[in-house]
């Protein structure tokens, strides 16, 4: 797994880290963590998500995309157990 080292941060961003990491119960490392997934996880903005992308304008599935809609197995709504 690869480290990341950050420098030069201010100490009220470095105080604000510690607080939220404490008021989750998280180590200030995890909590970095956790902030940096989320905020990169997003789409960038003026990329399309994956469904905006499947989807076009028109509201039609994009040509060179085939989707599957069919369930495989019909699904019970309800089975007697004995136990």
């Known amino acids: ?11 009220s961003l470095v105080r604000k880290l510690k607080r939220r990491a404490s008021a989750r119960g998280v180590s200030v490392e995890e909590e970095h963590r956790l902030i940096l997934k989320e905020a990169l996880s997003k789409p960038e903005k003026g990329k399309p998500s994956l469904i905006e992308f499947l989807i076009s304008n028109a509201g039609t599935v994009h040509p060179e995309i085939e989707i599957q809609t069919r369930r495989s197995r019909k699904l019970e709504t309800h089975r007697e157990v004995k136990l």
């Not at 797994?1 to 100490?11: D, F, G, K, S, Y």
């Open 1 to 11: 797994m690869a480290q990341l080292l950050v420098r030069r941060i201010e100490e």
